[in-house]
């Protein structure tokens, strides 16, 4: 981790997060979006601080601001508060036809902290599931004997948070163990109009409702210290069921994944690291159009004090998407950090590329990534 | 904070800046949403019941202008009435009268609202009418004055191709305005229009229309203006004062010949005195509660074809009302609440009424009565009239047509 540098004091602490917070307001509170999630549940989130997302996500599982793990919590020597922001610019090409989209994004936010001598707990959101998503759709109805040409446009905007309460200790010097409840909830905005094209005769069709969701989660994990260097990193998580509901009607119940995950971790010397993590997700339990997903990353970082470089690629599939195999996904990340305060505030940047394909659509990302972590 | 690391920070938070853009077109079903939306088309045959007709809205006597119109299978003439010009006068700023003892002339002042500009030779006859005009007073009535008390008539069309449109001869003149609103002037001798001591100089007069065809003309008479001959002897002064006094109108109507005939089991909208009909519509509830209604269109079928004066194509206005009180029921005057259609006279071909906004106004008001009210748009001002089948003739009852948009599918996977 990094060091602070000369003393500035709480003022510089302030006037970071001012700046953070006053950067744009947060509309929503969702990671970053896909087409391929337009028929499934959704995009799922991350998971994975802007440090870890900086090194294609191989440190989340050692990095106790990524609400990965919880084992990680035991590292915490006081009070540290995160937050997180995304500006995606995307490319998406279907059919023959490229789209430029553009969202920000407000993934992550957490408190963590030392409570009863060696027990950690940690408290925050994350994004489960990201459903904000607006199509436009160009067709044509026969409506008393003539074709009516029309356009539809179906909105969706919100998705679904990860609430989690999560709690670590070290059993041992080299063993830490964690454990955390996730509670599910959220709620979309979701729209739908239709627009005639002979306007005079039919009126815009324009209905909306909220649709809220909720389900529940457990997870476990620990963190094995073979080496002074070398770690090991394990985690496990088991969600139920996402309930949509209308109203008060559940209209929807969909069964959601358990997954599985575990890392590596290298420091060969204080200012190297080199890491490696994998996660299997059981996505085909959510129906049609899913598949299980096998997600890969590798990372380093390097350096540490004033500058730290980090570098890192991931890979994987998409848990939905329309064809008979999942869409596959590759990316590189790179960032760096800052700390100010003596150590107080640190900002972290990052910037990602992904680029995703299946089923016909080809998305390329560009997500640039602005963390910031505060100890007061 | 230095100025390199504040750079540093405005670099980092431009790039985080907030962007949103989130639409992009869909290529379905792939990569369309779970559910769509769903329009339905419906023709609606027994939606209309208790439908009938009522006359007497607008009587002639209400209406804002007279009508004048020689056409086959309609006569209609205009009278009106003027305020008397008294017996004496004032001639100064004192309150001394002094007797009228004769008449040199008046003018009389009209304008012609609405004319067919396809009629040639159009001629206005002014009559003498008894002074008893009243709103009873009928065609037959005044049969006879109508025949024998000619005034003067007046050859619009040969007055427009004169040199600033006036008669220098007869002292009669028009002019057009830029509303094309045709005023005319004609002047009246003591001959034409007598001074009559014995009734304070009442005056009522009545205005037939004549052309090569196409008669048909809407007026309102703005005044009158008598040139008054008054004894003002002072003295050995023994010369007689020549005035000018204006007098009003206190009575204008017009008569109709043949008087509009029983609706029988028909609906009828417009004609004089007006005629609206009333129609309750019931439309299912799954529909108007639960759906969202993109067109509504209520179609009538004309039982004869629209009778009037061939320019006088109206507009038929769908009102919903206030609370059903049957013929009296009040209606809303809104015009988002209100709906349309152009009327062309002769024309027997099936009417449809869009009612869209009335439909989303009762979807969106669960209390307000399901009654549509058909009026002329223009009450009393033409004579046109149509009639349609109700719902008495099953076979040609009035139908709904709707396209509604059924509830689309919220929380779908």
């Known amino acids: 981790m990094m060091q602070g540098d000369s003393g500035r004091g709480g003022a510089a602490v302030g006037a970071l997060a001012v700046l953070f917070l006053t950067t744009g307001l947060p509309n929503r509170l969702t990671a970053q979006d896909s087409q391929y999630g337009v028929q499934g549940l959704g995009t799922p989130g991350r998971w994975e601080s802007v440090r870890a997302r900086s090194t294609g996500g191989a440190f989340a599982p050692f990095d106790l601001t990524s609400p990965l793990m919880e084992a990680s919590l035991a590292d915490a020597g006081r009070l540290v508060a995160g937050a997180m922001e995304g500006a995606s610019y995307r490319r998406s090409e279907l059919a023959g036809t490229a789209t430029s989209l553009r969202e920000t994004r407000f993934p992550l936010m957490g408190l963590a902290g030392r409570v009863f001598g060696h027990f950690a707990v940690s408290g925050g959101f994350t994004t489960y599931l990201d459903r904000s998503w607006d199509v436009t759709i160009r067709d044509t109805v026969v409506l008393r004997g003539t074709p009516q040409p029309y356009t539809d446009e179906i909105a969706?905007?919100?998705?679904?948070?990860?609430?989690?309460?999560?709690?670590?200790?070290?059993?041992?010097?080299?063993?830490?163990?964690?454990?955390?409840?996730?509670?599910?909830?959220?709620?979309?905005?979701?729209?739908?109009?239709?627009?005639?094209?002979?306007?005079t005769s039919y009126q815009r069709l324009q209905q909306s409702d909220e649709v809220s969701y909720d389900g529940f989660g457990l997870s476990g994990s620990l963190l094995l210290d073979l080496t002074r260097a070398l770690r090991l990193a394990a985690w496990a998580r088991s969600d139920d069921r996402l309930r949509a509901r209308v109203g008060s009607v559940v209209t929807a119940e969909t069964d959601l994944p358990n997954m599985i995950g575990g890392g590596v971790r290298l420091a060969p010397s204080p200012s190297a690291r080199l890491a490696a993590a994998v996660a299997w997700r059981s996505w085909s339990d959510a129906g049609p159009g899913s598949f299980n997903t096998l997600s890969w990353s590798a990372g380093m970082e390097v350096g540490s004090g004033l500058g730290p470089f980090r570098l890192g690629v991931r890979g994987g599939q998409l848990p939905f998407g329309p064809g008979a195999t999942a869409p596959t996904e590759f990316g590189i990340a790179a960032g760096t950090g800052r700390a100010f305060a003596e150590g107080r505030g640190i900002i972290d940047i990052g910037l990602e590329h992904l680029r995703r394909s299946g089923g016909g659509l080809k998305e390329r990302v560009w997500t640039f990534l602005l963390g910031l972590t505060i100890r007061p | 904070m230095r100025p390199g690391r504040i750079l540093w920070l405005a670099a980092v938070v431009g790039a985080a800046a907030c962007v949103e853009r989130a639409t992009a077109p869909a290529v379905c079903p792939a990569y369309c949403p779970n559910g769509s939306l769903t329009v339905v088309d419906t023709l609606l045959s027994g939606a209309v019941s208790r439908d009938s007709a009522y006359r007497g809205y607008v009587p002639a006597h209400r209406a804002g202008v007279m009508l004048a119109a020689a056409l086959p299978g309609i006569d209609s003439r205009a009278i009106f009435a003027l305020a008397p010009l008294g017996v004496r006068v004032q001639l100064g700023t004192d309150t001394t009268t002094f007797p009228i003892v004769g008449v040199d002339s008046l003018r009389l002042f009209l304008s012609i609202t609405r004319r067919d500009t396809a009629a040639h030779n159009l001629t206005l006859a002014l009559y003498r009418l008894p002074h008893s005009l009243d709103s009873t007073t009928t065609f037959a009535d005044l049969a006879g004055a109508f025949t024998d008390s000619l005034a003067k008539t007046v050859n619009i069309d040969s007055l427009l191709a004169r040199s600033n449109g006036k008669d220098t001869?007869?002292?009669?003149?028009?002019?057009?305005?830029?509303?094309?609103?045709?005023?005319?002037?004609?002047?009246?001798?003591?001959?034409?229009?007598?001074?009559t001591s014995a009734d304070s100089g009442r005056l009522a007069l009545g205005i037939r229309v004549g052309a090569d065809s196409l008669a048909s003309i809407a007026l309102v008479v703005d005044t009158i203006r008598?040139?008054?001959?008054?004894?003002?002897?002072?003295?050995?002064?023994?010369?007689?004062?020549?005035?000018?006094?204006?007098?009003?109108?206190?009575?204008?109507?017009?008569?109709?010949?043949?008087?509009?005939?029983?609706?029988?089991?028909?609906?009828?909208?417009?004609?004089?005195?007006?005629?609206?009909?009333?129609?309750?519509?019931?439309?299912?509830?799954?529909?108007?509660?639960?759906?969202?209604?993109?067109?509504?269109?209520?179609?009538?079928?004309?039982?004869?074809?629209?009778?009037?004066?061939?320019?006088?194509?109206?507009?038929?206005?769908?009102?919903?009302?206030?609370?059903?009180?049957?013929?009296?029921?009040?209606?809303?005057?809104?015009a988002t609440r209100t709906d349309t259609a152009l009327i062309r006279i002769g024309a027997t071909d099936t009417l449809s009424i869009e009612i869209t906004n009335l439909l989303q106004f009762w979807a969106s008001d669960t209390l307000a009565p399901h009654t549509v009210m058909l009026r002329s748009q223009a009450e009393g001002a033409n004579l046109a009239e149509i009639r349609f089948f109700s719902s008495a003739t099953p076979l040609s009852a009035p139908r709904l047509r709707l396209t509604y948009a059924p509830r689309f599918p919220f929380g779908l996977r």
Do not use: C, N
């Open chain 1, 156 to 199: 969706s905007d919100g998705g679904v948070a990860d609430l989690r309460l999560a709690a670590a200790t070290r059993l041992r010097p080299w063993l830490a163990v964690g454990a955390g409840v996730h509670l599910l909830s959220g709620s979309t905005r979701v729209s739908a109009t239709r627009r005639f094209d002979d306007s």
């Open chain 2, 169 to 195: 001869v007869t002292g009669d003149s028009v002019a057009v305005d830029t509303t094309k609103r045709v005023a005319v002037v004609m002047k009246l001798d003591s001959s034409q229009v007598p001074y």
């Open chain 2, 226 to 334: 008598w040139f008054v001959k008054v004894d003002s002897i002072h003295g050995s002064d023994t010369t007689l004062v020549h005035k000018l006094y204006a007098r009003g109108i206190t009575f204008r109507s017009f008569v109709i010949d043949p008087p509009p005939a029983p609706f029988g089991s028909m609906l009828a909208v417009g004609g004089v005195p007006s005629a609206r009909s009333i129609l309750r519509l019931s439309v299912p509830r799954a529909i108007l509660d639960s759906s969202q209604i993109i067109r509504g269109t209520l179609i009538l079928v004309p039982a004869v074809p629209a009778s009037g004066a061939p320019a006088d194509s109206f507009k038929i206005e769908a009102h919903t009302v206030l609370a059903d009180f049957g013929a009296k029921s009040p209606l809303v005057f809104d």
